[in-house]
């Protein structure tokens, strides 16, 4: 290959946001039980038509998390087909008056993204094998076909479905590009070692969280969102620890904010949003 | 040439401003049905005064884009021909009524340029195997007539009348002056080549982004503006995740914030800001 | 091992949330002595009942502090069974009159843990000497086993009861992984040599100041959170100062913001709180 | 000479202020036009007192710019005789009803200063030539002689009136101490040369710009505060751009924020506050 | 000695708060003339009341300084004996009247200490030379013995009165943590060393300046805290650009912001205060 460090073939699906709010609790005890009556009734259709209950499996949904710390009080994930979907969302949430008790702390905008390194370093080796120069017509063609049939393959993975599990750990990420310490300048061969080491230790992992990688170069601040789905929030702290060990990401992962959320249902919301009327002051 | 690290000959053109405003659907929705149709109008009326909606498809136009996530719900960019045009926009628009249900999140101020790095490099060259010093009338008169030749030439590029694609990426970026990685301190010839390689990249997208590059130095607080214009907003992941594993991006590339948004024409604006009158609380 | 740097066996107790809140003062003054009054019996109330106050020595307790300085007036430390226990006190509190007068400036989630340093690298070269590979059901039994005995011998250690001291100091850190002075990437013989030397100066403070140590990878910002408790503050800086010269803390700390508070009884926040109303303005 | 590395002859001017403020243009809106004519009344007399306008060509003068951008509406610079001067000037203008509508976003605290390379690696030769030891009253004489007569012979420099130009670009900015990028390392006559090189740069620009450059170490966050002015701002964008490639700048400069903005007098500032009261909402 | 990187012989003396405040003049301008002279009476006997003025040039003193910039609007320090007294002083003042116009901005709990780097290093060598072990009881008797002979000869450094002088110059520091640039991994001679030849300049300055270092690892985010106080605030920029080029500042200080305020005595409070009600609007 003649180019510096090539680029894993990647194949994407779905669009997702992340949108993390404060809840203005002292405005909502001020208001009165009618507009509160009001609000929580138009809040739980708006989450029920959302897809929020997981009535919906399909992979358009979004799902409602009650937050833990001061980092905020609701997060909310959507998976939808495209950036104008999910902008939409955004304005019908906006439009609500529910989001007038509503700040809204951090969101992020990313793609399910596959990356498929085994499958490149074959390819690449290949192609270079049979003298077929990057970017031709003649390669341009063996890589279309290579992501489409991976796209119909992983479909389930790139458009997943909303895991009902009870916790959610969501964070950004970056690989780092400082002095020696640079993934984009690591030879294919190895990144695709050393993302294989890691997986390994996710594979352990399996049967205890859910794991869905999103990719957000060009999209957001950092460069992958992680969401992690368990019933014990204990193995995302067992899990992350023990990745931090391996050489991957303790050479060059480079972590952004974590975010810890309960699942909450749309018919525990009313729940969620209710104060004792005769304590209000 | 003498100096230290020789400067690329650069051109420029219109100036451009961004911004980015929060909307306070709190107040908007708390506010009169009157009072919303006046600002709705009086906004619609500005965006077209602007320039926006592409009637005038001249350089001196404006673009209104609905943001995703949290960092905006709106996002404007402004080609003029000069800061105090810029200025004198910005006032008129801090003078309407809409003005009053916006906070400013974030703007960046820059100039469209070109580096003209093969042009400098055969220029000095010349200059210098013709025995010429830098920065003398001779010196200067050559480069002059170099810098009014390439301005003619280029002056589409160098004015760009803003194109109509659905989706905006826009972020700002600094090459990297940190110990060995110093963009500053190689040599001209090697900024020319993996300037060169870089641009490969892009050209291989052409056909599915446009690409517009504004400086900033001393002007606003990263180098560089990027503006990647695109009916589909994928590419902008794949194009800026291919380039970060190129040597320029990958050794030398400081990226800030990214911004999407979504195209909003002055006759979509209304339906934008139309909340439900009965839903009002 | 033939993994890139073994993770310790640690084990797992109670969930902590630290909480740090800006006290409203002026909005109090403005309040009625009879909202006043209201306010702090049910604050009064809310606090024994989360187990402030020392009455309920159980590890299942809160404790209040009136910090010092800017970083807020008031911070609280929740030990619990679960995230799920923490959220619900986080609602209960927010639900109250009392957090009307509260902005949250800073929370902390983690969980207690201990760092099996020696038994892990015991029981590796044990493991490893009679050739059990790594993650095998056999090698998984023995390591089950370990860390089943341990939570039981150090079961008040992990779920320990808030000591009453005076004074808590707050702070949450990270071990460094930059170039050279990467934590991750060191032996872990030689992470255990330098966790055993950096334990021997706390030793030489037992009895003057408790520590509890809990881990926060996965959970929030830093990798853990350290509380110390002392009856003199003066404690804190020589303990801490001293620890800075260690080689584990010279080289590889990295520490976050630290917060210092005095013991808040709840039979002592009416004191707090009064207000002279014949001064309200 | 025996320290580690010697300081520069420095000799001092003006002391200066900037500030940055955001105007609150929906409040300005909501005003009466009675209220806002007394503002601008009350303001105008302010900026005619404060030196604003040229009239004064004293070195005691003030500034007023409208700033591109978010990151303030107004700036206003100030040169005085003393920090008291300043504090005495900020109180007055923060008693206006102006300020009313004003929030401070930033403020810049220096002093006019000019450093004397050529003078002190000549002087400190001689004197070490002479074998006049370091802080000897005999050293003490001589230096305080020379700072005397350059101080008198660089008067006008030090307490400079503010050009008329129409732009003005302000930046704080340090030199680096960063591993083996270390200003305050480097041996005095390499920081001469480096001063003198890039000196050089500017000397090409001094037709088309104005330099003051002050001195804040001590006093402020950064080490020192730059301020140029021009006719024309492009030349703020090519001077910097130039300056990054020589080595001084590129090796050792580390910039802050930018702020540009254009040129108010008292007599435009009624204008530049008028709002339609008929469009008032 | 053992260890990897000895510490160096500290005592403590008074423990110190700095506040740093906006004030809110728009809502004192809106104020009644009633209400502001009740705040004015109230603050100024409440400022008396805390050692402001300098009447009582006991160690627990307070003063209060008119800050330049954008940074706040009032500094206070205070020296206590400890910090419960600092806390009960702040709550004190935040019940006052006048805390409803002030808003926190920042604040620095540190401790007075003295570094004994001569006599550490003279101690450690001599209880080596006759083989006495650390933190032996014999070893621990005599350094005990040395603390508290120093803490009685240094009293008054430790305790000290506010100096009268008309500036404050605050600002906080680490020293730096940094790959080879690592103050806590350097030898105690080679510390001694940088600390004595930094004594040097200080003691030049000793006429002009008066300096107070309190120490703040353990209780703050930065390691120390500096507190110049001096007649011409110019000194602080010589003296502070003279220390950055010696060894100990030049390598291994990393400076956080830095205040400078006026001295203002209660008495002159009332006329910092004062503003004229006919032009309040």
């Known amino acids: 290959l003649t180019e510096f460090s090539p680029v894993p073939l990647t194949i994407e699906g779905s669009c997702v946001l992340h949108q993390l709010f404060e809840f203005d609790w002292k405005a909502w005890r001020g208001a009165s039980a009618q507009d509160r009556q009001h609000v929580t009734e138009e809040a739980t259709d708006l989450f ?10 399909s992979p358009e949904g979004s799902a409602l998390y009650s937050l833990l710390g001061h980092k905020g009080d609701l997060m909310m994930i959507h998976f939808r087909n495209s950036f104008e979907d999910l902008n939409s969302l955004e304005m019908k949430l906006a439009k609500t008056s529910l989001y007038g008790f509503l ?20 390819t690449y080796a290949a192609l270079a094998g049979n003298g077929v120069q ?14 489409e049939r991976q ?4 479909a389930q993975r790139l458009h997943p479905s909303i895991p ?3 916790y959610l750990c969501f964070y950004p990420m970056n690989r780092k590009r ?7 300048a690591l030879p294919l061969g190895e990144r695709q070692r050393l993302m294989h080491d890691h ?17 957000s170069i060009g999209v957001d601040d950092w460069e992958w969102a992680v969401d992690l789905f368990a019933d014990d929030p204990l193995v995302f702290k067992q899990l992350i620890y023990e990745m931090r060990f391996d050489e991957a990401s303790s050479l060059y992962a480079d972590f952004g904010p974590f975010y810890v959320g309960i699942r909450l249902n749309p018919e525990d919301f009313p729940e969620w949003l209710a104060v004792d009327s005769a304590e209000k002051m």
């Open 199 to 215: 997986g390994m230790i996710g594979r352990r992992y399996a049967d205890r969280v859910r794991q869905v990688i999103s990719g």
């Open 164 to 166: 009902p599990a009870k």
């Open 103 to 122: 700040k809204a702390k951090f969101s992020y905008l990313s793609i399910v993204e596959l990356s498929l390194y085994e499958s490149s370093a074959k």
């Open 134 to 147: 990057q970017h031709t017509p003649e390669w341009n063609e063996v890589i279309h076909e290579i992501l």
């Open 151 to 154: 796209r119909e393959a992983m």
């Open 48 to 57: 029920r038509g959302l897809g929020i209950a997981g009535e919906k499996s």
């Open 178 to 184: 400082e002095g020696k310490q640079n993934w984009y």
